[in-house]
């Protein structure tokens, strides 16, 4: 059964950090293409950052996070992660988990983070 369980969001104040973990079963970890999107309130849902395969590992981001955020990988463990800094109000949405391969793309359930004082 593939599984995509992302956790780590909150609230966090502006300025401030935060580290997004994505948990990967079910599939080939390694071969898939991995990303970030996010949601806010009332917006579509935007790409946020990718990394490729464990042969590749390239990494391309929004140029709404460019500098701010940065995406990587763990093949051993089957995770991925999105370290966030210098967090403002308007990155403030539900984020999700992406994997693909081929035909096949799966998506996390998301998790909510908030940029708030």
């Known amino acids: 059964q593939v599984q995509l369980v992302e956790s780590g969001g909150g609230l966090v104040q502006p300025g401030g950090s935060l580290r997004l973990l994505c948990a990967a079963s079910?599939?080939?970890?390694?071969?898939?293409?991995l990303s970030w999107y996010r949601q806010a309130p009332g917006k579509e849902r935007e790409w946020v950052a990718d990394?490729?395969?464990?042969?590749?590992?390239?990494?391309t981001y929004g140029d709404a996070v460019k500098g701010r955020f940065t995406i990587s990988r763990d093949n051993a463990k089957n995770m991925v992660y999105l370290q966030m800094n210098s967090l403002k109000p308007e990155d403030t949405a539900v984020y999700y988990c992406?994997?693909?391969?081929?035909?096949?793309?799966?998506w996390g359930q998301g998790t909510q983070v908030t940029v708030s004082s």
């Open positions: 992406r994997a693909r391969f081929s035909r096949d793309d799966y």
């Open positions: 079910g599939f080939t970890f390694r071969t898939y293409l």
């Open positions: 990394i490729g395969s464990s042969s590749s590992g390239i990494t």
